[in-house]
């Protein structure tokens, strides 16, 4: 015969009480079938694990030793279990997060990976810096379970949620003439840009923004003169301060002070660039939809 966990269950039940009939009314069943299953068990084993008398029911030498291991055993089984239904909570395991240098987290990104942590302290959050299109190949390829990212176009199996809008602006040297022709508006128009060289992402950079750029000249109605490309906004910026041209970057951006340097809001109504949480489609982790719930609270 082999031996199961009940068999445990109820030999520890009875070695508790050292009482057939009250451990058999702890365990919601009647006295014979006990009786039965303890003599199983203790064929099964090969020792006497209790003596029984009218009177009194008491453990073994075997019985002591055997009960000290079943409760090991019920007890180890129990937190198997526990952790298994935990990790379908999604309250522990592992979440391997991406985010790019060039999308600097906001504020409420960081507050909602703390309140993540908070609340589910056994889940070990990998956090990997990524450009964008990594990150996308990470995804699909499953070494990342979320990313937060400048989307461009998305492949299908990928799904996204907005967690905010970062608008675009114009970085300028501080001299630069074009500045006399910002509007009343405190807005500078991209076809006022058309004829001044640029400074742009590289493609090599995986940068969203790059892409957002290119369209945006090309709505204002002209191809940019690339001057000088970088990887990254830190270099554009120290480049658009040492003369090499113009450049457009996201706002957030505005929080590297490179000295001589002059951050202008756009004035078309299309000049944003979006942060969203990418995650696939079939993704099966309950940690990922806990994850991008609360980043998504915190923006919302």
Known sequence: MNIELRHLRYFV??????HFGKAAERLGMSQPPLSQQIRQLEDAVGARLLTRTNRRVALTEPGRVFLAEAREILARTDHAVDLVRRAQRGELGELRIGFTRSTPLSQDIPGAIFAFRQRFPAVHLQLEEMNSLQQIDALLERRLQVGILRPGTLPKTLLSKRLFRDPLVAVVRSDHPVLQRVNTRGKLSMKMLAQEPFVVFSRSAGAGVREQVMNLCREAGFAPRISQEA???S?????????????VLPQSCDHIHVEGVTYVPLAEANAMSEIHVVYRDDERSPLVPRFVQLLTVAKS
Do not use: S
């Open 13 to 18: 039940a009875v070695a508790d009480t050292l």
């Open 231 to 233: 990887r990254e906004a």
């Open 235 to 247: 270099t554009i910026i120290g480049l658009v301060a040492a003369g090499f041209g113009v450049a």
